[in-house]
């Protein structure tokens, strides 16, 4: 079921109420009444009587008792409890008997409505209903049910409300008139409709600075994250170039080794080599030695030797000598030499190991093309990139992926809020619309009324819808001409009080058939209009009370009124001091 279908319903179940209708009046200690019941019936109900008498107090009292709190008759409503009294009692009796096997107020199960209120000089008041305490909460609830604001001057007007009617704002009119047809619904849900609206637009703005908050923080964090995956993949280069740096170091240390190696297998051979060469000259020697030997024993012995060629052998022994002398040297030379390879070879080993075993604890073996310095100069250039890179979050992966999240579940709700914003947008249009369309269909209606009814004073009347695309500015203008003037718009400077009453009356009795109360009542409408014109008001009252069967009017005046057969007629009179109350058959 849509808006308008709901709404239609409310009107239909509002107006089955009216078949009901105030049976009875009772004022306890109320003013100028000390008790008195008042019987009223549907359809025309005529309270009249001299003035002072407590005609009026009847009206006062039925909205007091409905829960009226502001009254013009006393600054606070224990004032209107009747002198030298403690407390007051108001009650209003609904008529709610079965017709047709229906009854008028369909979800109360009792023959009667029974609202009362009571008011103590303490200030204290409260309500009971069908003997049943209830707030005042619950009897404005109930009363909506059945179409009644006792604050609303269309429903229950008092003396000199019609013109403080047509004194109102144009505004005001409108509500008045809304909440008297029972449509204050549609307002209500176009005011409930707009504090969504701002609720969700509220949504929105928040979604909107928290979505750019989010997307900053994603920023950051991305950022931060960045920065750290820049550093972890300079890093992971620097670790490659250290594994490479530390092999090449390695593989160094092994070139060296090796060299060391060679050269000591080389000193090895030139060391065989000397030995064979210094035999030779040892072995040269002692030969010359053993040929110079046996020349010299033979020259001992007194032989004839030849000593030609004993120079020569002598210069060949001392050069050969010689020689054996230089090798020897060499071979010692030779000799150190292996022994400082040797140490050197083990210093070499003993630091190969180290590095070796440095090298295996960062990883397994690289090939390696460059030297070690050259590797170090490729450590030394990421470091500085590392380092250049400042302070970096190691939990930014974690935090960016968070963020990153955030902020897609904050777009998310925000488009869902967008979404949301656009239907509520549609909704308070929607059921602006249905205001809209309501007021222009119950002013089409009411107008040709309002127009005719002032025909029969010799006036023509407008009425005038402004503002309606915002509910808060809309109002309502009554505009009213006399004699052949051109309908303007009612006020007080241009129309004279009686043009007023007239006007206003007009309206109100254009209006009847639209109201949802189950009675309206109006005191003193007359005392300002002239004889033929209050004449005419009366007779359109009493038509349309007749016309509108089921709605029930109760009209106070204290002038005489020609009146019919089925007009109940309330008679005040104060007979010392006290309100007494007669019906007149």
């Not at 709404?7 to 009444?33: D, P």
């Not at 890179?389 to 897609?408: K, Q, T």
């Not at 004699?483 to 254009?510: C, K, M, N, W, Y």
């Amino acid at each position: 079921m849509d808006l308008e279908e709901r709404a239609a319903g409310s009107l239909k179940e509002a107006a089955r109420t009216r078949g009901t209708y105030i049976r009875e009046v009772i004022l306890e200690n109320f003013m100028s009444h000390e008790y008195s019941r008042i019987p009223l019936s549907p359809g025309m109900n005529l309270v009249t009587g001299p003035n002072g008498s407590g005609k009026s107090s009847i009206l006062l009292g039925i909205a007091v008792a409905l829960g009226q709190t502001y009254t013009e008759r006393a600054e606070k409503l224990s004032d209107l409890i009747r002198r030298g009294e403690k407390a007051a009692r108001a009650t209003v009796v609904f008529d709610n008997r079965e017709m047709d096997g229906k009854r008028p107020i369909p979800w109360l199960n009792a023959d009667q409505l029974v609202i009362t209120r009571y008011l103590k000089k303490t200030g204290e008041y409260w309500h009971y209903v069908n003997n049943r305490l209830k707030t005042k909460a619950e009897v404005d609830h109930l009363l909506r049910r059945l179409g009644v604001n006792p604050n609303n001057m269309l429903i229950i007007m008092h003396q000199n409300m019609i013109e403080e009617f047509a004194a109102k704002n144009n505004i005001e009119k409108l509500k008045m008139v809304e909440d008297a047809v029972g449509a204050s619904q549609f307002r209500q849900r176009i005011i409930e409709a707009e504090a969504k609206l701002r609720d969700i637009q509220t949504q929105e703005k928040t979604l909107k600075r928290a979505l750019e908050e989010a997307k900053a923080a994603v920023e950051y964090w991305r950022e931060q994250y960045e920065k750290m995956m820049t550093k972890r993949k300079l890093e992971e280069e620097k670790r490659r170039l250290e594994l490479e740096y530390v092999w090449a170091v390695v593989s160094e240390a092994e070139s060296s080794l090796r060299k060391i190696q060679e050269r000591i297998e080389a000193l090895k051979i030139e060391e065989k080599r000397l030995l064979g060469e210094l035999e030779f000259h040892e072995s040269e020697v002692n030969e010359i030695k053993g040929e110079l030997i046996e020349l010299i024993n033979a020259i001992k012995r007194g032989e004839l030797v030849n000593l030609e060629g004993f120079e020569k052998k002598l210069d060949i022994l001392l050069e050969e000598k010689g020689l054996s002398e230089v090798t020897k040297f060499k071979l010692k030379l030779n000799e150190e030499e292996k022994k400082r390879l040797s140490y050197e070879l083990r210093r070499v080993e003993k630091e190969l190991s180290e590095k070796y075993r440095d090298a295996v604890a960062l990883g397994e073996r690289v090939e390696v093309g460059r030297k070690p310095s050259e590797v170090l100069e490729d450590v030394k250039t990421i470091s500085l990139k590392i380092a250049s890179l400042g302070d970096v979050l190691e939990e930014s992966e974690d935090m960016y992926l968070i963020a990153d999240s955030r902020y897609r579940e904050t777009e998310l709700r925000s488009k869902e809020v967008e979404e949301n914003l656009k239907k509520a947008l549609e909704e308070v249009e929607y059921r602006k619309e249905l205001w809209r369309k309501f007021l222009r269909n119950l002013i089409d209606e009411v107008e040709p009324q309002f127009d005719s009814i002032l025909s029969i004073v010799d006036g023509r009347g407008k009425i005038v819808l402004r503002n309606l695309e915002d509910p808060e500015r809309a109002s309502l203008e009554l505009h009213v001409g006399f004699r052949g003037a051109d309908p303007v718009i009612l006020d007080a400077q241009t129309h004279s009080g009686g043009e007023r009453i007239v006007g206003t009356l007009a309206f109100l009795l254009a209006l009847q058939r639209h109201v949802k109360s189950p009675f309206r009542a109006v005191d003193e409408f007359d005392v300002h209009l002239d004889p033929l014109n209050r004449e005419r008001m009366i007779k359109l009252i009493l038509n349309i009370a007749k016309r509108e069967f089921g709605t029930q009017y109760i009209v106070i005046t204290p002038g005489r009124i020609p009146v019919e057969e089925d007009v109940n007629v309330i008679l005040v009179q104060n007979i010392g001091g006290k309100s007494a109350i007669g019906r007149i058959a």
